[in-house]
C-alpha cells in the first residue's frame, strides 16, 4: 500500500513558478513510477508527467520545456517544477504512482494523492 500526499499548489500569476512536491508511505517507493496528472473543470485527467523508476521522463506536449518532474527516493519524494505557467494550466494535480512498467496512462496507476489546486491568473 502507497500512500500520496501532494503540496505545493496554490495562486500564481502567468509566468511565474511553482513546484509540487508528492510524499509517498511505503519502502517500495523507488520500484514505482511516478506520475503528475491533472484535471481541469469539464475536462478529462490528463497525464502531464511521469518518471520512471530508473528516471526515464515523459511529457505532455503542452508542458515539454516548462515543466520538470524529478524525484528523491532517498526522501520518498516526487516533485513537479512548473515554469512560465500560463492561464491554461489552471487545474488540480494529482500525484500518482504505477507498480509496472507501464505509466503512461491512469489505468496503470494504482495510487494516487488527495490532489493539490494551482491557479494560475492572466
Known amino acids: 500500500q502507497v500512500q500520496l500526499v501532494e503540496s505545493g499548489g496554490g495562486l500564481v500569476q502567468a509566468g511565474g513558478s511553482l513546484r509540487l512536491s508528492c510524499a509517498a508511505s511505503?519502502?517500495?517507493?523507488?520500484?514505482?513510477?511516478m506520475g503528475w496528472f491533472r484535471q481541469a473543470p469539464g475536462k478529462q485527467r490528463e497525464l502531464v508527467a511521469a518518471?520512471?523508476?530508473?528516471?526515464?521522463?515523459n511529457y505532455a506536449d503542452s508542458v515539454k520545456g516548462r515543466f520538470t518532474v524529478s524525484r528523491d527516493n532517498a526522501k520518498n519524494t516526487v516533485y513537479l517544477q512548473m515554469n512560465s505557467l500560463k492561464p491554461e494550466d489552471t487545474a488540480v494535480y494529482y500525484c500518482?504512482?504505477?507498480?509496472?512498467?507501464?505509466?503512461?496512462?491512469?489505468?496503470?496507476?494504482?495510487?494516487w494523492g488527495q490532489g493539490t489546486q494551482v491557479t494560475v491568473s492572466s
Open positions: 511505503g519502502r517500495t517507493f523507488g520500484s514505482y513510477a
Open positions: 518518471i520512471s523508476s530508473g528516471g526515464s521522463t
Open positions: 500518482a504512482a504505477a507498480p509496472g512498467r507501464r505509466y503512461y496512462y491512469a489505468p496503470d496507476y494504482d495510487y
